[in-house]
């Protein structure tokens, strides 16, 4: 196929996808000419084409369309939905033609002549109308002139871009385990982290290059609707809301079939027919609505409607005639357990099997394929008054921030989305406790199943310097369990590669990761480690109340993840999470003291101590890493509590000291760390710069020189030659310094030739007369200043 022809087919097929619901859209408000406006020019576009590229069956269908549309553009017609109708199965054709031509195949031999005719049927009465209110969209137009400039690429090549951004993230988390291990080299680390800033930004550009409009998702509904309505004699009124939402363009289509299902079961199951909803006290009319939002890294898809609900009582009788429940059993279910049997395989409600439903494939699948990319389902049902399904998928699939565990001896990798906090099993918030063999993590007076890591996956429970820690983890039912592991080690983000089927057989795993220790880890699937061991999908009312009363206590306030901790003198205070390179337990003769300032000494360099302390009564410091763009700090701490959401501005602003404010979690006042004051305290020496300037040290064989001024102006950031060279050879000298009157008169000949200045430099503390331009050698402002002036 040349260019020319698959540049025509690809535009077609993609200007097909979006007019197809503007087609219906169209039909609900006649009036609407700016989109029957782009359907005309979609047909005047495909007509124009054809000719010189031989398509005469594209150029037949466009035509006829085109002088139907023209007909009503010009008052002479109206769009009745029969027109509709018949301009709709036109451009199914084209689509169908279009698909043939792209993958090389013959040419459908229908006959084309009875869709050409039907664009002049008369309309049939008989046939219920559906009407469809969308909100207003843009509307893609081949013939448009203006917009941004796009090119066309394959797939493939920006999937490929991707994998190789994904492989430097590997690099990056490798070269930094590598960092670590050796000496401080402050240049170095600054040029470590420039590197990891262009990595970060490249990511994020080839990320934004995988993005598609969720309105993609929604571009099949309004057809969908309008030809299950008419079948049904059901009339509905379709709602379209945050099309303009992006997310990966593999999530988008994950999620296709997933949200297709839930439509044709709301028009299906849900929404009654016009005779019923009088009966009920309802408009005839009934309301879909398909809403997409953004909520951090997450989508959020909700489906609903104003019909019948789902009749848990029907559930559970169909349940308990198939063989599924004993009516013991039954009657001791909750409400949610009994809207759960919706999942069931096979459980269908429909009276009869039809070409829509009743077969019993359905929900269960839909769960599936959504828990399979890391979503959530929930239902929010209100009988007789309509139903709510809630998607809840993440933005990508590629690169996660994820959380790396320690059971057994080996490391783990959890999405970080995944868990709700952290605590350790010595909380006093945490009660820990057995009921016939099972265990049960009451924290804060809510009760969750618990399970140990090593049990689910068959490793031994060994003994440990220090708690455990208890993670509270969202399953994919959305039902939160308790999970103990022997640590959480460090948070980062995680470049998520298949695991062999093997592995990904056992259930547990949702694939593979290479974090910056080099040694691959396996990824857990949360709601994989609930299915391995048992646990109940079912949320307790109580647990359900409040969540939902966290979340709309935070609806319109940015949260973000933070680290809670009990400082040294006993206060509970919070910093947020992404400053924080990792915790850990840090053995205390390590620390010291200089002056009034206090270090420790981490991977062979001493790292200065933020909050002053360095006499501690144990053997090993619990502590965190701070780092800036510039600096790493050691923060000791008495505890490491959880981990939790908390505001990005507190409630209570009151700046002083290292605090910014309080905000109040739970009920608790803790108090908020600022990252700004914390850093600002520290002394500037913690930064080594880049070189100030090139200083020649002439009496490079003087000990004084080498032992003691040399060490002194590298420190201070200046490149330092030690000795005048035999050749005299000087290159982008900014100051020479001489010692000795010797070496005075060759050192003034060096750097009249480098085009710097001479300082000399005496060794008594008083000078030998107003003529004496020379410094004393121990004056270390003087001499500073003096470098400084010397550059030019």
Known sequence: MDDLLQEFISETQETLEALAGEVVAWEADPSDADRLDAIFRFFHTVKGSCGFLNLPRFERLSHAAEDVLSDIRAGHRIADPVTVSAVLGLMDRIGELAEAVAVGAALPNENDDFLIAALNAEPVSAIVPTSVAVAPVAVRSTGAKSGPRTIRLPLSLIDQLMNGVSDMVLVRNELSRKLRERSADPELDNVFERLSTCVADMRDVISKTRMQRVDRLFAAIPRMVRDLGRDLGKSIDLRLEGG???????????????????????????????????????????????????????????????GAGIDSVRLVEKAVADGRLTPEAAARLSESERLDLIFSPGLSTAAQVTAISGRGVGMDVVRANVERIGGVIALDNQPGQGLCITLRVPLTLTIIPGLVVRAGGLHFAIPRAAVVEILHDNNDTLQISEVGGAKIATIRGVRHSMIDLEQVLGMALSDQHGPRAIMVVRSGSGVPYAMGVAAVDNHEELVIRPASPLVMATGVYAGMTLPDNGTPMLLLDAAGLANAAGLSNVLDDRAARRLEEEADAQVGVEMVAALRFEEMSGERRLLKLSLIERVEDIDSSLFGRSGNRAFVRLDGRLVPVVNGLSDFATDHVCALRLRDDMREVCYPVAAVLDIIEMPLVPDMVAMHGMLSGVAVIEGEHLEVVNPFALFAALPDEGIVERSRGRCLLADGEDGWTREILAPLLRQAGHDVVLGLPDDGAIDALDVVLCTAADTAQEAGIMAEMAGCRVVRLRPSARSSGPQDTSIYRYDQDALMAAISGGRG
Do not use: W
């Not at 593999?250 to 009966?279: A, C, K, Q, Y």
């Open 244 to 306: 303009d939402v992006e997310m990966d363009r593999e999530m988008v289509e994950m999620v296709v079939d997933p949200l297709t299902h839930i439509v044709r079961n709301s028009i299906d199951h849900g929404i009654e027919t016009p005779e019923r909803r009088r009966t009920a006290g309802k408009p005839e009319m009934g309301k879909l609505r398909v809403e997409a939002r953004q909520s951090g890294n997450q989508i959020v898809i909700a489906v609903s409607d104003d």
